[in-house]
C-alpha cells in the first residue's frame, strides 16, 4: 500500500546491485511513493550487476560514481539536479564492502591498505557525499540523508571484522555531520541499523547463514526483510519525521534489546 508520502521530493539512491539489495527495495518504495530519483553505484557494478532493469522500471538513469571519488560524487550531484530539475530532498548511502573480509582475512591478520580501503568505501564515503553536498549547495531544506548501519558497530561479531570499525565510523558521521547541516540547512542524518539480511554483502560474511537464524531467534519480531528497511528509509525521507537527526535507529525485530531469547534457551537445554 502506498501513501504518498514523497510526492514531489527529489532523490539520490546509492548501492543497488541486484533485486536482493535494500537499495533495490527502497527505489521501488520511493517510486511507488511519488517520488523522483536517479540511482548510482560504482562504475565496476554498472557493468555486473541489473541495475538498468531497475531504472528502466523507475523511469529514471543511472549515473556511475565509486563513492570514495569526490569528483565522482560532484559529477553524481550535478547531473542528479539537472536531471530532476532542481535540489535534493532525500539520499540513501547504501554502500559496503571490505576487502578484508572478501578476501578471507582474519582479523589478527589484516592488510591496513584493505583496512583504509574498507573505511573509505563503507564509511568515509558517507561524509564525502555530505561535504560535497554541502559545498554545491545541493540539498533542500529539511531534506534526509540516510545511511545503512549494522550493530556491530556496538557489539562484537567476529566475523564482521573491520567493517565493524567501518560502521562505528559511519554511525558518528552521521552524529557529526547531523549537527552541522541541521545548524546550516535544517538536513536530517540518520543511520538504520538494519537486521542481517540476505544479499550479496550480506551473505559475503563468513557463517553469515547461521548468525542469521541465530538473530532471528533472538528477536521477538524476527528479522526485518529489506521490504521493510525499504519502508523505514521511507518515513526518514517523509516529512513525516522532521526533526528525527543524528539518531542511529534500530530496525531489527527488537534484536538489540535483547539479552537472550527462549528459543535460544530452548536450543541450549540438553
Ligand atoms: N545485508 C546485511 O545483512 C546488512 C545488514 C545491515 C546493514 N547492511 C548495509 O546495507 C548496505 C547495503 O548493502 P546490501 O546488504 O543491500 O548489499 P549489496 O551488496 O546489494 O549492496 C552493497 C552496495 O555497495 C556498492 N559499492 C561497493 N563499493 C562501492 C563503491 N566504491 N562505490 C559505490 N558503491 C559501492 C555495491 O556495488 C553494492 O551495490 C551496506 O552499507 C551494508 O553494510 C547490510
Known amino acids: ?8 521530493k527529489k532523490g539520490i539512491i546509492t548501492g543497488a546491485l541486484d533485486e536482493k ?5 527502497v527505489a521501488l518504495k520511493a517510486k511507488a511513493e511519488g517520488a523522483t530519483f536517479v540511482l548510482s553505484n560504482a562504475p565496476v557494478a554498472l557493468r555486473m550487476g541489473k541495475i538498468n532493469e531497475l531504472a528502466q522500471h523507475c523511469q529514471t538513469e543511472v549515473i556511475g560514481a565509486d563513492a570514495t571519488s569526490v569528483e565522482d560524487i560532484e559529477n553524481l550531484y550535478k547531473k542528479s539536479m539537472e536531471i530532476l530539475g532542481g535540489k535534493i530532498d ?4 547504501s554502500i559496503g564492502m571490505s ?14 591498505e584493505w583496512f583504509m580501503k574498507t573505511l573509505d568505501i563503507s564509511a568515509i564515503s558517507f561524509h564525502k557525499m555530505l561535504q560535497v553536498a554541502e559545498k554545491l549547495d545541493a540539498l533542500n531544506e529539511y531534506a534526509s540523508v540516510v545511511a545503512l548501519s549494522y550493530i556491530a558497530a556496538q557489539r562484537t561479531f567476529p566475523d564482521y571484522s573491520d567493517m565493524a570499525q567501518a560502521k562505528a565510523l559511519l554511525e558518528s558521521i552521521a552524529r557529526s555531520y547531523g549537527e552541522r547541516y541541521g545548524r546550516l540547512k535544517k538536513v536530517r542524518i540518520n543511520t538504520i541499523s538494519q537486521s542481517p539480511t540476505k544479499t550479496t554483502a550480506g551473505t559475503g560474511v563468513s557463517g553469515f547463514d547461521a548468525f542469521f537464524e541465530y538473530a532471528n531467534m533472538m528477536s521477538p519480531l524476527g528479522n526485518a526483510p529489506a521490504e521493510a528497511c525499504a519502508d523505514y528509509c521511507i518515513t526518514l525521507f517523509s516529512d513525516l519525521t522532521r526533526y528525527v537527526t543524528m539518531q542511529n535507529l534500530y530496525h ?9 531469547s527462549p528459543e535460544i534457551v530452548g536450543k541450549m537445554q540438553p
Not at 500500500?1 to 514531489?8: E, Q
Not at 539489495?21 to 527495495?25: D, F, K, L, N, R
Not at 531489527?252 to 537472550?260: L, N, R, Y
Open 1 to 8: 500500500m502506498a501513501y504518498n508520502l514523497l510526492a514531489g
Open 21 to 25: 539489495s535494500i537499495a533495490w527495495q
Open 90 to 93: 532525500f539520499v540513501l548511502h
Open 99 to 112: 576487502p578484508n573480509v572478501r578476501k578471507g582475512k582474519e582479523y589478527g591478520d589484516l592488510n591496513y
Open 252 to 260: 531489527d525485530g527488537g534484536f538489540s534489546s535483547m539479552g537472550i
